[in-house]
């Protein structure tokens, strides 16, 4: 005999191992391997109809349809011995009319130890109408209750009375006025023939086709400020969708043709664009003056440190004609030696001065040094950027000086020009 499991004989060795390792086997989806039910497929449900005549609404097999109208007959007997049950249980046990038993033949034995609980006693009127409906009397004087139990009747108003709109006569037909109030009407319904046909017209002329316009003013002028707004929002994207190139161009702020400045604020981004990449070249020229400045201040510290040594230095030499070292006199010739002219320039006599129209001995000229205002691109100190890159300093602006790092040598003019109030500074 086969297992039903395993497929294998029961008493065979190999059926023995087929179930111990389905005893030790946990499976966590058994019904993995089993085959499910046959799914209902479209000839399945052809089947079911063919069963079945949706016209004549009966079963092609007659025993089929004979079952059905058999357990049609029961189920409503059932229902039918159901509500007479609860009827029975709700209503009053004697007949209205004969006063006759109702319950008669249904009663238990009093003896008997089962009882009907299907159906729960429960309480229903009497009656839906608020009167006896043999006598219309109300309930408080013809009741089979006593007095002080019966129902109270209910006082219960009558309806009005609706009368048809068309039986209604406002109108005379043979007067052609209204019976009532006939001015009144006729200006409402003058009113309203107007608004009528107002909105007749605006329904079927909506547009003017030879005005391109709207019939109607404000639409036509929610018309023209949706179109406008459209349009802005068009022109703001286009202008969104340039490159920045051909935006920040020139003649985008600036009319080329009647010379007219449209964009101040971007003209003045060009111009100061423009300034900047040349602001490079600027500072190499602002470099090259101040160091030029400075190469003259030294030139000038040079020619006074010269113009200090006297002349006496040199005249004594000059006046020996020859060199105490290499005992060679002074000349142009091959065994000569070169003597160069010293700096010093011996003193005018006065003959000359006179001459010249120079000063007396121990006047001087009011001499002024010209120093830099600007230091490596930078400005110095009192530096305006509309001024001159230079400016003239005199011995007062000696504090000045100090200040931007031009001291006097030892805090004092030149020892050779004492006593002069207008004597240049001697820098170091």
Not at 244 to 259: E, G, L, Q, T, W
Not at 354 to 365: Q, V, Y
């Amino acid at each position: 005999m086969l297992d039903q499991s395993t497929g294998v004989p029961e008493s065979t060795w190999l059926g023995d191992l087929k179930r111990y390792e389905q005893s030790r086997r946990r499976e966590l989806r058994p019904d993995l391997c089993t085959v499910g039910k046959k799914p209902f497929t479209h000839a399945d449900q052809a089947s079911k109809d063919r069963h079945f005549n949706p016209v004549l609404q009966k079963h092609s097999d007659p025993e089929t349809e004979r079952q059905y109208h058999a357990s049609r007959r029961e189920a409503d007997l059932q229902q039918l011995n159901r509500a007479r049950d609860v009827q029975l249980k709700r209503e009053h046990e004697r007949d209205v009319i004969t006063h006759q038993d109702r319950w008669k033949g249904a009663k238990l034995p009093a003896d008997s130890s089962s009882q009907v609980n299907e159906v729960p006693i429960l309480s229903f009127p009497n009656s839906y109408a608020g009167y006896n409906i043999l006598s219309n009397k109300a309930f408080d004087e013809h009741h089979w209750d006593k007095p002080a139990h019966r129902p109270l009747p209910q006082e219960r108003g009558g309806k009005a009375r609706l009368v048809p709109t068309h039986q209604v006569k406002d109108f005379n037909i043979v007067t052609n006025r209204y019976v009532r109030d006939h001015d009144e009407k006729t200006f409402r319904d003058e009113a309203l023939m107007l608004l009528k046909n107002t909105e007749t017209y605006r329904s079927r002329n909506y547009f003017d086709p030879v005005r391109q316009t709207l019939t109607d003013p404000s639409e036509e002028a929610d018309l023209r400020a949706i179109e406008d707004a459209n349009l802005v929002e068009t022109m703001v994207a286009a202008e969104e969708a340039k490159p920045k190139s051909f935006k920040d161009r020139i003649s985008n702020a600036y009319d080329i043709v009647n010379h007219k400045t449209t964009n101040s604020d971007q003209t003045r981004r060009i111009d100061e664009t423009e300034a900047a990449k040349k602001a490079r070249y600027r500072d190499r020229y602002e470099i090259d003056k101040v160091i030029k400045a400075y190469d003259i201040v030294a030139q000038d510290r040079e020619l006074r440190r010269v113009e200090k040594v006297s002349y006496d230095r040199y005249r004594i030499p000059a006046e020996r004609g020859y060199d105490i070292l290499t005992q060679k006199d002074f000349g142009e010739g091959t065994k000569e030696q070169h003597r160069h002219l010293p700096a010093p320039q011996p003193a005018p006599s006065v003959w000359s001065r006179l001459h010249d129209g120079l000063s007396p001995i121990g006047a001087a000229e009011d001499a002024t040094l010209r120093l830099p205002t600007q230091q490596w691109g930078r400005p110095l100190p009192g530096y305006s950027p509309h001024a001159a890159a230079m400016r003239t300093y005199s011995p007062r602006d000696r504090p000045e000086l100090e200040f931007r790092g031009f001291p006097a040598q030892n805090g004092a003019p030149c020892p050779s020009q004492q006593g002069s109030p207008s004597l240049p500074l001697c820098l170091r």
